[in-house]
C-alpha cells in the first residue's frame, strides 16, 4: 500500500514526488513513455527562473535523479485504469497497485500537423512563450484560430520582424477582445482560409507551401509556430473525477478534484498558463495538500 501514487513522471509528478518523499511519504510514480514529460524534447529553455540555458533533457534528468535519491519509486508504466471505491486500487499495463492518495499529472499532448516532426526545435514550435525570443527580428508563422494562436500572434509581433497568422476558416475563433488587439499591431498579416501543406528546408525551416483557394504559395520563414490545439490526457480519469467542457480535470487552485483524495497538478488541469513553471508549482501544492490529507 502507497500512501501516494503520482501518475505521469513530467515537471508536475516528478515535483510532487519530491515533496512527498521529502515529507516521509512512501510513494509511487507510474510513467507510461520516458522520465520529463513534454519538456524533455526541448533544446533550450529560457524562462525556468535560476536555470538560464538549460536543455529539456538536462532538466528532465535533473528532476528525475533529484526524486530518485530521496527514494520515490518510478515505474515505467502505462496506468489504464482506476479503481477508486473503497479499496482505491490503480490498474496499469504491467500490474495492479493500493493507495491511500492520488495524484494525477498526466500532461496534455499538441495536437500536430502530421509532418512537421523532423523541424520540432528546427525552427518549429509548439509554444511561443518558450521559443519566441529565439525568434527576434525574424519572420515567423503562427498556425490556428483560436485564443492561442491569437495570443502567440499577439506575443511574437513584439519579438518577430513579421508575423504570418495563418487560419483554415474565414475568421478566428478567439474572444472579440483579443481579436481586437491583433488590429493594433501592424507587422500581423492574415493568411485566411488557407492551410499549410508542407514544411521546407534542409537542417531547420526555410519556408512553408500554404494552399489558398487551390493554390499553393510559398511563404519564407525563420519559424513556425502550431497553436492548433492540446489534448489533455485525461480520458481514463472521466469517470472518476469532474471534468471541463475541453476535457481538462477541473481542480481548486489548491489541486483538488471533485473526488476526496484525488488530486491534480500541471498541464493536465483546466487553468490559463501551462508552462514549467505552473506545472512544478501545482506538483508541490498537490503534493502538500495530498500529506495534510494522508496526516489528518
Ligand atoms: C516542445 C516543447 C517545448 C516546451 N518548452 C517550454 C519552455 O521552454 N518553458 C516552459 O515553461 N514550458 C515549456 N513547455 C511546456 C512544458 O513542457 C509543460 O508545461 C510541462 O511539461 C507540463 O508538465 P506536466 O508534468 O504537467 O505534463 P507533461 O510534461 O506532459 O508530463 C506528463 C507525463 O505523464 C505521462 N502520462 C500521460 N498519461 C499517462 C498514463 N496513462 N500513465 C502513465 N503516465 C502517463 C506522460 O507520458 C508524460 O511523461 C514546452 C512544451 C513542449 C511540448
Known amino acids: 500500500m502507497y500512501d501516494a501514487i503520482v501518475i505521469g513522471a513530467g515537471p508536475a509528478g516528478l515535483t510532487a514526488a519530491i515533496y512527498l518523499k521529502r515529507a516521509n511519504k512512501n510513494v509511487l510514480v507510474l510513467e507510461s513513455k520516458s522520465y520529463g514529460g513534454s519538456i524533455i524534447n526541448a533544446s533550450k529553455i529560457e524562462n525556468y527562473p535560476a536555470c538560464p540555458n538549460i536543455s529539456g533533457y538536462d532538466l528532465a534528468t535533473n528532476l528525475y535523479k533529484q526524486a530518485k535519491e530521496l527514494g520515490a519509486v518510478i515505474k515505467f508504466?502505462?496506468?489504464?485504469?482506476?479503481?477508486?471505491?473503497?479499496?482505491?486500487?490503480?490498474?496499469?499495463?504491467?500490474g495492479e497497485y493500493n493507495t491511500l492518495s492520488l495524484i494525477?499529472?498526466?500532461?496534455?499532448?499538441?495536437?500536430k500537423l502530421g509532418f512537421e516532426d523532423k523541424y520540432i526545435g528546427k525552427g518549429v514550435s509548439f509554444c511561443a512563450t518558450c521559443d519566441g525570443n529565439?525568434?527576434?527580428?525574424?519572420?515567423v508563422a503562427v498556425i490556428g484560430g483560436g485564443n492561442t494562436a491569437i495570443d502567440?500572434?499577439?506575443?511574437?509581433?513584439?519579438?518577430?520582424?513579421?508575423?504570418?497568422?495563418?487560419?483554415?476558416?474565414?475568421?478566428?475563433?478567439?474572444?472579440?477582445?483579443?481579436?481586437?488587439?491583433l488590429k493594433k499591431k501592424n507587422n500581423i498579416?492574415?493568411?485566411?482560409?488557407?492551410?499549410?501543406?508542407?514544411?521546407?528546408?534542409?537542417?531547420?525551416?526555410?519556408?512553408?507551401?500554404v494552399l489558398s483557394?487551390?493554390?499553393?504559395?510559398?511563404?519564407?520563414?525563420d519559424g513556425l509556430f502550431i497553436a492548433i490545439g492540446q489534448v489533455p490526457n485525461s480520458d481514463i480519469f472521466k469517470h472518476i473525477v469532474k471534468l471541463d467542457e475541453d476535457g481538462y480535470i477541473k481542480g481548486t487552485n489548491n489541486c483538488h478534484t471533485s473526488r476526496t483524495g484525488i488530486f491534480v497538478a500541471g498541464d493536465v488541469r483546466n487553468k490559463k498558463v501551462r508552462q514549467l513553471v505552473t506545472?512544478?508549482?501545482?506538483?508541490?501544492?498537490?503534493?502538500?495538500?495530498?500529506?495534510?490529507?494522508?496526516?489528518?
Not at 104 to 111: C, D, E, K, L, W
Not at 134 to 139: D, I, L, R, S, T
Open 77 to 94: 508504466e502505462e496506468v489504464i485504469e482506476i479503481n477508486w471505491n473503497k479499496e482505491k486500487k490503480i490498474i496499469t499495463n504491467k
Open 104 to 111: 494525477i499529472a498526466t500532461g496534455s499532448t499538441v495536437r
Open 134 to 139: 529565439f525568434f527576434k527580428g525574424k519572420v
Open 152 to 181: 502567440d500572434a499577439l506575443y511574437l509581433a513584439d519579438i518577430a520582424k513579421k508575423v504570418y497568422l495563418i487560419h483554415r476558416r474565414d475568421e478566428f475563433r478567439a474572444d472579440k477582445k483579443t481579436i481586437d488587439l
Open 189 to 209: 498579416k492574415y493568411v485566411l482560409n488557407s492551410n499549410v501543406v508542407k514544411i521546407n528546408g534542409n537542417e531547420r525551416v526555410e519556408s512553408i507551401d
Open 213 to 221: 483557394n487551390d493554390k499553393i504559395k510559398t511563404f519564407t520563414i
Open 279 to 296: 506545472a512544478t508549482s501545482d506538483g508541490a501544492i498537490a503534493a502538500i495538500e495530498a500529506i495534510n490529507y494522508l496526516n489528518k
